[in-house]
Every structure is written in structure tokens, then in C-alpha cells.
């Protein structure tokens, strides 16, 4: 069964999309603490996200990205605001799809739906039909095809090996993981390792990066990470684990 999350502050629509949820063969939850929505959702351990835009402490936006640093999972935008540049926004900020409000219920459920099959189901890419392929988030771990990120240790983990990160090397490991497969910018990776108090630069990227892959190779993990020359770098993990 698959488990919906939905972050939507408007009791009466929650409600509907919740019980909405449930009458498809979903199981559905709704966030109640809109200051840090990030503990609920990683203890429900959702599949999809419904995000709305406009919401108390943080916009939907915010919780977006912050959704994002952490997962693969899908996201679905909600939102009143109909404006070509909400949507960019919405898609750029790492949005899957968008819908304006009134919702169209049967509309929604067609998206949704269309979502599930192409991360998990029929349409799905090979190595990505389970939450944990996608880099779901699970109670402080993020996983991509058998190697394990422990976001709150600090620790990297794969076929029964573990290997301690820098903060500089946990924050790189979190963004190629979320994007396996796929060549990251070297720009998304400058931006993850920024910070308020430190200035980082090009360089120190290149040594950064090169320090995570002498931790993969610990692990077993030869050339995990690819240079893409102009563009960036790409993770690529092998299926399984070695024997």
C-alpha cells in the first residue's frame, strides 16, 4: 500500500484529500506540526508528498528543498496560486508536478497515480521500484541501491561496512545520492556545501569530492563517483552487493 503525506493547513482540505487518499487504497497522513514538518514525515515514511505553497513558519517551497537534501520521493505541489512563475518556481525548488486549486479531485487522483507508476510501478527506470532506490527517507537514512547514509551519525554504510564523514563529505554524499544515476552540477554542489560562515570555493569542491571517494573505495566501492567533464559529477552504484 502506498502512504501519501500531506502538508496542507487548511483542516477542511486535508480532510478531503486524506479521506480522498483512503477511499483509492491509499494510506494517507496529514502533517499536524507546520514548524518542522520533517520528523512526521520520516516517521510515516511516505512514497508520495502532497505539498501545499502557502503555509505557516515556511513556505512549501522551503520544505521542498529541505524534502529534497534528503530524498527522491515525489512531490506533488497544491496551491491557490496559478501564476506561470509559481509553477517554475515549484519544478525548480524540485516539484514533480502541480495542480491549482479548487483541486479537481479525479485530476489529482490521475496525477498521482501517473507518479506512482513512474517511480515505482510499470514505468519505473530499472533499480528505482522501491522507496529505498529513490532515496527515500527512513527514520534518518537515506539509501540508494544498497549503500546507506545515516544523516544523523554522520556514517556511510554499504554491504555491511561503515566509514565515518566530514560534514563537508556527508552533505556531498546526500546530494549524489538523491540524484544516483544522474549527473549533478558541479553549481548544486558547490551550493550544498555553502554555508553562512565559510566561503566555498572551486577547489574546495575538487577535495572534498575526492576525499568522499577514498571513503566509497574503504567501503569497496571503486569509482563510485564519475567525473563528467563540463558538467559535473555522476554516483553510480552498483546493483546489490559485491560478493
Known amino acids: 500500500m502506498y502512504r501519501i503525506f500531506i502538508v496542507e493547513d487548511d483542516d477542511k482540505i486535508a480532510s478531503i484529500l486524506k479521506n480522498n487518499m483512503n477511499k483509492y487504497g491509499f494510506e494517507a497522513a496529514a502533517v499536524k506540526q507546520f514548524r518542522d514538518i520533517m520528523p512526521e514525515l520520516e516517521a510515516f515514511e511516505p512514497h508520495l508528498v502532497l505539498l501545499d505553497i502557502n503555509l505557516p513558519y515556511f513556505d512549501g ?71 529505498a532506490d529513490t532515496g527515500a527517507v527512513s527514520h534518518g537514512e537515506l539509501s540508494a541501491n544498497g ?15 561503515r566509514v565515518e564523514l566530514t560534514k563537508n563529505e556527508q552533505l556531498l554524499a546526500e546530494c549524489l545520492m538523491r540524484q544516483s544515476g544522474v549527473v549533478v552540477s558541479r553549481e548544486q554542489l558547490l551550493e550544498a556545501l555553502w554555508d553562512d560562515v565559510q566561503f566555498v570555493d572551486d577547489n574546495t569542491l575538487t577535495v572534498n569530492v575526492t576525499r568522499l571517494r577514498k571513503k566509497l573505495e574503504e567501503l569497496g566501492l571503486q ?18 552487493a559485491p560478493r
Open 61 to 131: 517551497y522551503y520544505w521542498c528543498r529541505q524534502i529534497r537534501a534528503r530524498s527522491r520521493i515525489p512531490i506533488i505541489f497544491i496551491s491557490a496560486r496559478a501564476g506561470e512563475m509559481d509553477q517554475v518556481m515549484a519544478i525548480e525548488n524540485g516539484g514533480d508536478d502541480y495542480i491549482t486549486k479548487p483541486i479537481h479531485l479525479d485530476l489529482l487522483m490521475a496525477k498521482v497515480k501517473s507518479v506512482l507508476r513512474r517511480t515505482y510501478g510499470e514505468y519505473a527506470a530499472p533499480g528505482s521500484t522501491t522507496a
Open 147 to 161: 549503500l546507506h547514509l545515516f544523516l544523523n551519525r554522520n556514517e556511510l554504510e554499504w554491504s555491511g561496512l
Open 223 to 240: 569509482k563510485a563517483i564519475e567525473t563528467v567533464r563540463g558538467q559535473g559529477y555522476k554516483l553510480t552504484i552498483p546493483k546489490g
